[in-house]
Structures are given as C-alpha cells and as structure tokens.
C-alpha cells in the first residue's frame, strides 16, 4: 500500500497545510510505509526531490483535474490510499478519481474553520461534488470539524478529528525570564489579512514607555501595506519584518512574548512551537487557538480586533515575570500533546481502519 498526497503548492515558504502533508510524508517513510507528494503548482524555481510538481501556472487550473488523472492511472494501485489537502485538489481529486474509474480510499485533511465557498449558492454545489466521494474527512481541530459538519451534515458522520501535530525541537524548557533588556514580542505566519496583523502594530501604540521590539516573521502580499502602518504609526524602530524563516529556532530562542491575532485559524502550529520554546503566548479567541491553548495557563487569549484588550495583556506580561514564567513552564508541558509522532500514528490507525488491516511500520 502507498499514500499519494495530492495538495496545491509546494515549494519554497510553507503554510501550515503545507508543513503537516509534508510532516505526515516524512513520518510515513520513516516508518517504511511508502508515501508520495503531489502539487499540483511549483512555488517558484524551488528543486526539491520531496515532492512530485505537475507543474500548472496556478492550482486552480481546471486541466489539473486531466493530470490528477494521469498521475493516478500511472501510479495508484486499487490498495493504495489518496489524502488530499485543500481546495480545490480535494475537489479536483474527487473528480478525477471518478472518471480514471480508480477504486481505492479517498481521505481528505479540512485545514481551515473558514473559507469563502460556506454559506453561497455555489459553494453548496461545488463542496456536494467535492465532499460525497470522501470515504473519511479528517479535521485538524474539534472547532475544524464543528464548523464542517454545521456546513456538510451528509457527511458529518465521515468526520473525524485528528489534531496537527509538529516536531518538538525542546526537550526540555529553554524559556528565560528576560530581566532588564529589550523584550521581543515574536510573530510566524504568512502576511495575509487573516493573521490580522494591522490589530497587533496598532495595540503597540497603547503600550506604555517599555523597552520592546516586535518582530514578525513570514512574507506574503500584505508586507508593504503593513510596513507603510509602522510608518504611519511611528513604529518604524519598534516593528522589525524579518521575511520567511525557514528554521525559527533561533527567533525562539530570543522571544519574550508570542502573539498571535489572527481572525480565524484552523489549529495554529506556530503556537504549538512556541509554546514547545516555553514563550508565553497571547492568542486569538477563536476556536483552532483555544483548542491549542486548551484549559491549561499556557497562553491568554484575547478578542482580534480589541486592539485595547490586545495591549493590555502584552502590558501585563512584560511588567510581570513571574505569570510570565508560570505560562511557560503550563505551555512547554501543553505542547507535548501535539507531536508530529502522535498526529502520523493517529493517521497510520485511521488508514489501517479504512484498509482493513493493520498497517505494518
């Protein structure tokens, strides 16, 4: 049996979607279970032998649903297992599966709690042809799977709830209490406006006089926007854009305070790595990042939009060593409960179900 991973894009900076088919891949082969990458676009001029590009100008290229195809009559036997990941390779997935006449199991991973097909007229009708053909749709967050199901009732008994998972690089807490020197406030993710990052430059305004920078770290289309506001906002000396980072271990090495403002997230890896480094973390109220944060002190979590909230806690925090350094040692121990390895073999025992025996690693 072999796990062809059909998704977007692949290439040089990674969402999270991106990252967890990736993990999954990797652990899989580790655990000589064959497994395969597939994108249907190339970001950029990246080379990379981790995955299979077929090589469209845009993932949403109609024709990828002719070489999802192709590359299934080529390459999937009637045993093997085909997990998609985002739309539109879920759907054109389910559509190219149809008409290569392949028999095999059909898996796919929701990412997100939002995306802009819900609640339309042709949104209704594209995730019908999309979700039917699923033998199980597997949900990052209990938020991710409650915001499906209110959505795709059919086939809310085809969900079912496996939480990402991420190396955790810390074996043991590395957090210091940072006494008498700047404090860095770290952010990873894209530069996209659902992370929201307009509220986190904006509550820096209402700081007090403290010694802070704020670093982001990630690159996407709202960068220049988002450095004309430092501008406007006279943080440009407080504000520092660092760019995709491919290895943030040193950023957290180096981080105070982790913020996370996004307007919706299906799971948030990033704070799961944060708090792997022990940083105390301020997050979203929203249901992917409480499921993370969980009941634990491991984070506090804050309205996106409520700049004031927003300022308010990152205030406390950084005056406060002592709530800082008890939500690290409740985050770092929180964070062992989302390991890459428990996410692949709650995969592996999901795939041995739908197969019908126990897959060997």
């Given at each position: ?133 699923y033998d199980r749709i597997f949900c990052i967050s209990e ?59 904006r509550a820096l305004t209402q700081l007090k006089a403290n ?87 491991a984070g506090c979590l804050v309205e996106p939009t409520n ?55």
């Open positions: 049996m072999k796990v062809h991973h059909l998704i977007n894009v692949l290439g040089r900076s990674h969402g999270g979607a991106e990252k967890i088919a990736l993990e999954l891949h990797y652990g899989l082969m580790e655990r000589k279970i064959q497994s395969q990458v597939v994108a249907v676009k190339q970001d950029g001029d990246v080379k990379s032998t981790d995955f299979v590009s077929l090589n469209h100008r845009s993932p949403y290229a109609v024709s990828a649903v002719l070489s999802f195809r192709k590359y299934i009559r080529k390459n999937c036997e009637p045993g093997d297992i085909i997990h998609t990941h985002l739309f539109p390779s879920n759907l054109f997935a389910s559509l190219a599966v149809r008409i290569s006449g392949w028999k095999g199991i059909l898996v796919t991973t929701e990412h997100s709690t939002h995306n802009r097909r819900r609640g339309t007229l042709w949104g209704r009708i594209v995730d019908t042809q999309t979700y039917k053909r938020g991710t799977r409650q915001s499906l199901a209110s959505w795709r009732k059919r086939e809310s008994d085809r969900m079912f709830v496996i939480n990402n998972g991420t190396p955790l690089v810390f074996q043991s807490n590395p957090y210091q209490v940072n006494k008498g020197k700047r404090k860095i406030i770290l952010s990873m993710g894209r530069l996209h406006t659902i992370k929201n990052y307009e509220s986190a430059i010694d802070f920078e704020y670093w982001i770290a990630g690159s996407g289309a709202e960068e220049m926007k988002l450095k004309q506001l430092t501008e406007e906002l006279g943080l440009v000396d407080r504000v520092r854009f660092l760019g995709y980072v491919e290895n943030p271990k040193e950023l957290l090495l180096q981080a105070d305070l982790f913020l996370i403002t996004s307007h919706w997230e299906g799971f948030g890896l990033s704070v799961v790595e944060a708090m792997n480094a022990g940083i105390p973390v301020i997050a979203s109220d929203v249901p992917g990042l409480g499921e993370v944060i969980g009941d634990s002190n700049e004031t909230q927003i300022a308010s806690e990152i205030q406390r925090l950084l005056e406060d060593d002592n709530s800082r350094l008890e939500m690290s040692k409740a985050g770092f121990e929180r964070a062992k409960q989302f390991s890459a390895d428990s996410m692949v073999d709650a995969y592996i025992d999901q795939y041995s179900e739908l197969a019908g025996e126990k897959i060997s690693t």
